[in-house]
């Protein structure tokens, strides 16, 4: 229990509880250093379906993740959730229409044609499965994603309850140069709050109670747009 009081108050005044039922956010956040993109003749843009691994850590950026071949991209874990990708695609897809009604290219018809352009699991990497689907769509920009953790809240028999966690990464693509925009990572996980209180209150963002993996990949994309270079 916390107990909070304020000066010139008795001790009978204030005493606020903090239970065990408050949780906050441990997250840790990257995106590029351009405030915004000056981009001339953007017209469409796609998110190609987000691919399952790590191409890098908020901590240490690599010069070309994209030009990793696919085999080399690990799941944090070998529990990742097999609609992982799935979600992730639907919930980027879900905050560009928000931005950009009239640019973004159907999630369907982005699936369609991702299904026919050939591809080789040995040599191909995000950058060059981009570029072709860029090409067929005659997209302006795409947007690659990855996630690598995907961990639904479960109850553990020995240890209790165990949080959500959801780590990914998301690039934004030219397709008429091949260049790399701008990219954002997002990894969280939920805290109980009396782990850390001085620390951690000011990460408090979630209200009350446990978050799905599902809720805490859309607060991730949330917070990843705020920082999205494209206006």
Not at 1 to 7: G, N, Q
Not at 44 to 70: N, T, Y
Not at 90 to 100: F, I, P, S
Request: charged residues 25%; hydrophobic residues 45%; glycine residues 6%.
């Amino acid at each position: 229990m916390l107990v909070i009081r304020t000066k010139g108050m008795s001790k009978k005044s204030i005493i606020l509880p903090v239970c065990l039922a408050i949780w906050f956010l441990s997250v840790a956040s990257y995106a590029g250093d351009n405030s915004e993109i000056d981009l001339p003749g953007f017209n469409e843009i796609a998110v190609m379906p987000f691919l399952i691994g790590k191409l890098e850590s908020s901590d240490k950026l690599m010069e070309k993740p994209l030009s990793q071949p696919i085999p080399r991209l690990l799941p944090d874990n070998f529990n990742i959730r097999e609609e992982a990708g799935r979600v992730m695609t639907r919930l980027v897809n879900d905050a560009l229409r928000m931005k950009y009604p009239e640019r973004l290219i159907p999630a369907k018809i982005v699936a369609k044609v991702y299904a026919t352009i050939s591809s080789d699991s040995a040599l191909d990497t995000p950058w060059k499965l981009a570029m072709r689907l860029g090409e067929e769509l005659e997209a302006d920009l795409i947007i690659v994603g990855t996630v690598w953790r995907f961990r639904e809240k479960e109850v553990m028999p020995r240890t209790g309850a165990a949080p959500a966690s959801v780590a990914f990464g998301l690039y934004l693509v030219e397709v008429s140069s091949g260049k790399r925009l701008w990219r954002g990572a997002f990894e969280g996980t939920q805290k109980i709050l009396s782990d850390d209180v001085l620390g951690s209150l000011k990460q408090l963002k979630m209200g009350h109670g446990w978050l799905s993996a599902d809720e805490l990949a859309r607060y991730g994309v949330k917070d990843i747009f705020r920082k999205f270079p494209l206006r």
